[in-house]
């Protein structure tokens, strides 16, 4: 028999479930929102370069935002992506990229380890936009078309080509002749 206190308990414990997963929700997209994302000092030069570029203004009027590239859909891997992500607001925040230099200085391990993430999950975040058999191959330039055509008998993923195409491709940094 089941007395009111359980049902009051059980309603109880649904509602404050709900909550839970309603405000989880409303975080999860405020974090996904490019304002947020460009809020640090640092992303500010990733967004100045951003609005360069065919992702944010182009002919059909399509917008790919910081999330669409950087954050996966699925929801495991999109708390991962943000509990990675946590690193680069504790980054910013003990000042070791909060000015142009510092960012610059670790920029190329930063683009490294956005590109392994790419190419270890087959650009996923690319491809949630990019299909390629929705592709017109034949409205491409000859070489475009070829690369797209030999993309996956070859093992290559879109960052494989595709560096530099939402932000500035850092340059390799020189190694240290004395080491």
Not at 92 to 108: S, Y
Not at 118 to 128: G, L, V
Not at 154 to 170: N, V
Request: hydrophobic residues 35%; charged residues 30%; aromatic residues 6%.
């Amino acid at each position: 028999m089941i007395t009111l206190k359980v049902i009051g308990l059980t309603v109880l414990a649904l509602f404050v479930s709900g909550l839970l997963i309603g405000g989880s929700h409303i975080v999860l997209e405020h974090t996904n929102d490019m304002e947020f994302c460009t809020s640090c000092h640092s992303m500010q030069i990733n967004f100045e370069e951003y609005k360069e570029t065919i992702h944010y203004k182009n002919p059909s009027g399509v917008r790919a935002t910081c999330a669409d590239c950087h954050v996966p859909k699925p929801l495991g891997a999109k708390l991962w992506a943000k509990l990675v992500a946590a690193k680069d607001v504790y980054h910013e925040l003990v000042g070791t990229i909060d000015n142009k230099e510092k960012f610059e200085a670790r920029r190329w391990q930063m683009a490294n380890r956005v590109w392994e993430k790419m190419q270890e999950t087959d650009s996923r975040e690319c491809r949630s936009c990019h299909n390629k058999e929705a592709m017109d191959l034949m409205e491409q330039d000859k070489m475009a078309r070829k690369k797209h055509e030999d993309m996956a008998s070859k093992g290559k993923t879109c960052i494989d080509c595709h560096k530099g195409i939402a932000h500035e491709e850092p340059d390799e940094p020189e190694e240290n002749e004395e080491s």
